[in-house]
């Protein structure tokens, strides 16, 4: 009984402060999950050594914490990958544009290297994203056939709060 009161008292006190304004405030070790698949890949540059980079964009749905709890966003990310002979990622460079369901933007980039979580940081928003900063890390979680696949990530982020919550 005691267990059931304090999950009623809690998802109140969540309902409650969803409700209100968004004010200035960090979101700590919040964490998304986001799917996509490739829309183009090609290879821009194929190297005497058997390497080469590629050009990649690809489409994705996810969900996150940015800027409200539980937002679904469109994501479009552009990135370069260099590659080894035989197909390992060696680094990844780009950057994803997003768009909330609820019609707020914001932007990011990305950076991975075989040796550590891929990177993320926030550089751009509008709306609710406005004045956005911040970032976190990534990790391929599960590929799919013909490229694509499932990443989790992890951050640190702040909005300035000029904007009411939607």
């Known amino acids: 009984m ?3 009161a304090t999950t009623l008292a809690t998802g ?7 409700a209100a304004p968004a004010q200035a405030e960090v979101f700590k070790d919040k964490r998304g999950i986001s799917t996509c698949t490739p829309v183009s890949n090609e290879e821009v540059m194929k190297r005497p050594d058997g390497s080469s980079i590629r050009r990649t964009v690809g489409a994705c749905i996810g969900v996150s914490d940015a800027a409200f709890p539980f937002d679904h966003q469109k994501q479009m990310c552009t990135s370069t990958l260099e590659l080894t002979a035989d197909g390992k990622m060696i680094s ?4 994803c544009d997003v768009l909330s369901t609820k019609g707020d ?15 993320w940081d926030f ?3 509008s709306g609710a994203y406005a004045g956005i900063k911040g970032g976190g890390t ?14 989790d990530s992890t ?3 702040q909005v300035d709060g000029t904007t009411a919550q939607k």
Not at 105 to 119: C, E, F, K, V
């Open 155 to 157: 951050g640190t982020w």
């Open 138 to 151: 990534y990790k391929f979680r599960v590929g799919f056939p013909g490229g694509g696949g499932v990443y």
């Open 2 to 4: 005691f267990l059931k």
């Open 105 to 119: 933007r914001a932007a990011y980039t990305i950076t991975y290297n075989p040796d550590t979580y891929g990177r």
């Open 12 to 18: 109140i006190v969540a309902a409650v402060a969803m």
């Open 123 to 125: 550089f751009s928003g």
């Open 92 to 95: 990844v460079h780009g950057y």
